[in-house]
């Protein structure tokens, strides 16, 4: 499976940006999409995911009722919509794909990380 990221780039605190992940491959396989983000100094940790079965999402409390995790499963794509941004959501944006129902740092597939950086 490869993940191809998109749509990071620099906002101003409020704004808002989406982020779109592609899989290709053996995309059946996959059970779980989500992302990650990594500040610099900081551990990897997990923003949001969605299981691609039955639509079921999960949000980390930090960007709950900002951020919005979708999929498009014909196109095998997902987004998250983040909205309200703040200086502290500046991080490398990571996708992941699992063939399991949770996200770790070690799952499986990973996307190269698409920057987003909110500053004024």
């Known amino acids: 499976v490869q993940l191809v990221e998109s749509g990071g780039g620099l906002v101003q605190p409020g704004g808002s940006l989406r982020l779109s992940c592609a899989a290709s491959?053996?995309?059946?396989?996959?059970?779980?999409m989500g992302w990650f983000r990594q500040a610099p100094g900081k551990e990897r940790e997990i923003v949001a995911s969605?299981?691609?079965?039955?639509?079921?999402?999960y949000s980390a409390d930090s960007v709950k009722g900002r951020f919005t995790i979708s999929s498009d499963n014909d196109k095998n794509t997902v987004h998250l919509q983040m909205n309200s941004l703040k200086p502290e959501d500046t991080a490398v944006y990571y996708c992941?794909?699992?063939?399991?129902?949770?996200?770790?740092?070690?799952?499986?597939?990973w996307g190269q990380g698409t920057q987003v950086t909110v500053s004024s």
């Open positions: 969605i299981r691609r079965r039955d639509g079921n999402t």
């Open positions: 491959g053996r995309t059946f396989s996959i059970f779980t």
């Open positions: 992941i794909a699992s063939p399991s129902s949770i996200l770790t740092t070690k799952s499986r597939y």
